[in-house]
């Protein structure tokens, strides 16, 4: 593997781990020349996959296209590059494993959404504000009531499926009395 930093062809490996989702290796590497540390990525090589555009423009699927954006909407927010790429990972393995030819820019677009959304929902308007093209405030509006009213639905319910608090705090089975930590 050729060193980033001097140009070198020839380097070893230091440490070798898979990625969280599991759908690569992720390589430190020590160049045999100038002795500097560098990281790179081995990946399956895939058949390649075309987006379909709005418009019906039809692109590869390219990856860095979805990290570009991510970086972009997280920029100064405590997020870190292992969390953008987990997302980009996560979305790149939705596009491959469905096994389709043409996957639309939509559903990527809404997956990132999605992942981007339990992250940081700072990013997640940010995101949002260039892919679905707010063009004004009232746009901005809506995308924060929606993501309000979603924050509290997902309150409710967790406390409904989550019951009144601790399993001391609820009511004993029928027929039978609480008596200090016991019940008879």
Known sequence: MRCQYCGYLDSRVIDSRPTEEGSSIRR???????GRR???????????VMVVKKDMRREMF????IKKGLLLACQKRPISMKDIDGIVEKVEKLVHSSGEDEFSSRRIGEAVMDHLRE?????????ASVYRQFTD???????????????????????AGYGRGSREDQDPPMGRVLHGDRAE
Do not use: H, W
């Open 38 to 48: 560098f990281t790179t990525y081995e990946k399956i090589e895939t058949s390649p």
């Open 62 to 65: 390219n990856p860095e296209k």
């Open 137 to 159: 405030v009232s746009s901005f509006m809506d995308e924060l009531n929606r993501l309000i009213l979603d924050g509290k639905a997902r309150q409710e319910e967790k406390q």
């Open 119 to 127: 992250l940081d929902e700072v990013a997640y308007v940010r995101f």
């Open 28 to 34: 430190r590497r020590e160049c045999l020349r100038c």
